[in-house]
């Protein structure tokens, strides 16, 4: 439950990072010179504005006709003119900045992060003399709390400052030091060349938000001094340091001009009250609160053939995935993370969870709907964080009631849409700044309908009928309008969209490569996924029996998926080839994980061509891609695969290399390397890890349907599954040894099974598997816990 260092961080991914959903901090463990890295979650470039692009509308016919006749790369170039503006970048806050008097020289160096207490621990001596430092980010208090000590009276000697690459100015107020900075009002995506790139507005009318971080410190003995160039602690033997930060973010709504929170007012009251509590009461309420969430979930896969003080560096070189203990920890890693980067009440987690130390961040740092903004939250459910799910719950409510203008101002339709991309302030039109962008990936309006496969997946884990009729439903109806307003008839009877694209990858023709076709396989499945989930939804209601007819109706219309000339699921309509056979995007098999549209009792033939596809991708690509695999593979249940694709994952990558696409891995402090960094990669290897040892999404639970050979022993505890369910599994020689199954709704429990399996409840035999069919089904009542064991 610990990552280890033998030596500070020299660059930000070597760094450890602490959060609180809101706060966040990327601790480099410095002996003479220590930096923090700080960011709070809703300090975004821009402001709120009108992205839409009513010349979308003239434009739509023009391409459906150009793709009617497969000209395609005509098509491409038309598509540009229905973009909008690029979104806003996610910014760096600044840093926390240390400077000790005791030198450089120093033995017994090591640095911890303790994920099952989320707590850094740095100690090193300096001659006799031990220092250390522990530094946490309170969710209850709403600080990032640093105490440091030494062994010996009045050695600790230090001086604290506040810096940021943002305009800003520092000072000090009474015995605090205060960083009061302003955003810009624009910054170019990283990819962007640009003369003038990061703009600031007028001093005297700025629409940039702006924030204020402020400091202080408390002492048990020594002297403190405040000035404006810092707090100074001298001939101290402990310093308890509390940073607090806000920003004047008002919500997306609001309106442009309108003052905002005040930044100031909300940092010093979260110091006040932190400062005025004992240091011991701070890390109780703390680690308390963090372990109500983290707590809840165990695994053990088998014993570590690392040695126990080897740091987690050379444990990924010298073991990987062969090492079950590391295995584990990027499971938990990637649950921590969670925890850290989203909370009741924060911002969504983003393409760096809520760490970015530079103002032009790899992709913007925003939210990237085609992939990897889903990606961060597949293990909300399965991993029981399910409150960790409620920030992006909450961006999917405001884009939806944005997107409304989006879909009629662009395209004339009914529902709501988003497309590829958007940021704090909730852009719902297409990026690529109205025509440079590139079609592949700035023209997706399928965004909206893949994000209610997560406010469907809440209701599913949980079965709360009032989050479903109050919230869900009607985010998922409202989808689904602008769905069935979309789709147009492909001249055959079939229904398709058009334009359409598979994100990022694009198809050879006699003409070149394109983009834009009519009815990419992925556009498919995500609308079979919508109207089923809003289906099962309106009949769980006992509601909109018209609309749920048409739903179904239309379904059976939609362009069925295909077999291609490779025996793959085909990616588009039609069976062009791909630009690349390796892409890193496996868009066409959504209908296997995340979504349940393909299975090999329902689709066999499907599915054997959607297995095809993923064996044709191979195994090499960007780090959040292989998460993705590693969770395809086993829904295959191909658990030796799945693991093979984890080890692909665990390699290291060091900071500086350069944007990949075939090979990624984790930096030294295990966060995911595309490369570069994105927090999508351990998002989705806890998932994908969950995956292999449980799975609910089709009409049954499977208990370790993708178990590898090499753990032949281990155990999981706290695992949910749809229907209400929560499941603890212990496996011995490869096979189940038992499970326990705790019923929340009281519904029947449905099993599949390859081995014949009985099920007792105190003692008493509930159900015996004795049937071919391998499924067994049982009454469950709520409160209640099952043991299932072979029989």
Known sequence: MKLQYDKPAH?????????????????????????????????????????????AKDALPKVRKLLQEERYTEADTLTKEMMGPYTQSYLPFGDLLLRFEHGNICHSYKRTLDIENAVHSLEYQIGHVIYTREMFASHPDQVLVLRLAASVEGALNVHASLDSPLRHMTGFREDRFVLEGTAPEHVDPSYVASDDPIRYGDPENNKGMTFEGQLAVKTEDGQVTVDGRGIHVLGATTAT??????????????????????????????????????????????????????????????????????????RITTYGA????????????????????????????????????????????????????????????????????EPLLDLISHLAKKGVETAQVNYGTRGWTTHHNTDIWG?????????????????????????????????????????????????????????????????????????????????????GVAAVSPGSTMDISLIWELFTNCIEASEILGTDLDFRKELVSIRERLLPLQVGKYGQLQE?????????????HTSHLVGVYPGRQLSDEETPELFVAARTSLERRGDESTGWSLGWRVALWSRFRE?????????????????????????????????????????????????????????????????????????????????????????????????????????????????????PIVVTLDGSVVKTEDTDSNIISFPTSAGRTYRVKLS
């Not at 309509?573 to 890193?584: G, L, P």
Request: hydrophobic share 35%; proline share 6%; with cysteine.
């Open 572 to 584: 588009w309509s039609k069976d062009y080839e791909d630009e690349d056979i390796y892409h890193r």
């Open 639 to 755: 658990g030796n695969r799945s693991l093979r694709l984890l080890s692909n994952m665990l390699r290291l990558v060091r900071d500086g290399a350069s944007e990949q696409y075939n090979h990624g891995g984790v930096y030294p402090n295990l966060l995911g390397a595309h490369p570069p960094f994105q927090i999508d990669g351990n998002f989705a290897a806890s998932a994908g890890i969950a995956e292999m040892l449980l799975q609910s999404h089709r009409p049954y639970m499977e208990l370790l349907p993708a178990l590898p050979d090499a753990w032949q022993q281990g155990n999981v505890s706290g695992l949910r599954a749809r229907g209400g369910f929560e499941v603890s599994i212990r496996w011995d020689n490869g096979q189940l040894a038992e499970a326990h199954i705790t019923s929340h709704l009281g519904l029947d429990c449905v099993l599949r099974s390859e081995d």
């Open 241 to 314: 340091f509390y940073f607090s930060a806000a920003t004047s973010f008002n919500g997306m709504d609001a309106i442009p001009g309108v003052e905002g929170k005040d930044a100031s007012f909300i940092a010093s009251s979260f110091l006040d009250e932190a400062v005025a509590k004992p240091y011991d009461s701070l890390l109780d309420s703390h680690i308390t609160d963090y372990r109500v969430l983290f707590d809840r979930v165990k695994l053990q896969l088998g014993n570590s053939p690392a040695p126990e003080q080897m740091s987690t560096e050379q």
């Open 322 to 389: 062969e090492d079950p203990g590391l295995v584990e920890l990027l499971f938990h890693y990637g649950r921590y993370l969670l925890i850290a980067s989203s909370r009741p009440g924060t911002q969504a987690a983003n393409l760096q969870g809520i760490w970015n130390a530079v103002t032009r961040p790899p992709w913007s740092s925003n939210y990237t709907l085609n992939i990897n903004t889903e990606m961060n939250y597949w293990p909300a459910e399965i991993c029981n964080l399910a409150e960790c799910h």
């Open 427 to 511: 852009q719902t039109a297409p990026v690529g700044n109205y025509g440079d962008g590139d079609p592949s990936w700035a023209f997706w309006p399928m965004g909206g309908i893949w994000l209610t496969q997560h406010v469907w997946e809440h209701y599913a884990f949980s079965g709360d009928e009032t989050y479903l009729r109050n919230s869900a439903y009607p985010v998922m109806k409202e989808a689904a309008l602008f769905a069935l307003d979309w789709l147009i008839d492909d001249g055959s009877g079939n229904l398709v969209t058009s334009p359409s694209t598979s994100p990022e990858h694009k198809f050879r023709t006699a003409e």
């Open 11 to 55: 660059v930000w991914t070597e760094g450890l990072p602490i959060g609180n959903g809101r706060l966040g901090g990327m601790i480099f463990g410095g002996v003479e010179q220590e930096k923090i890295s700080l960011n709070e979650d809703t300090l975004w470039s821009g402001y709120p504005k009108n992205g839409n692009n009513p010349g």
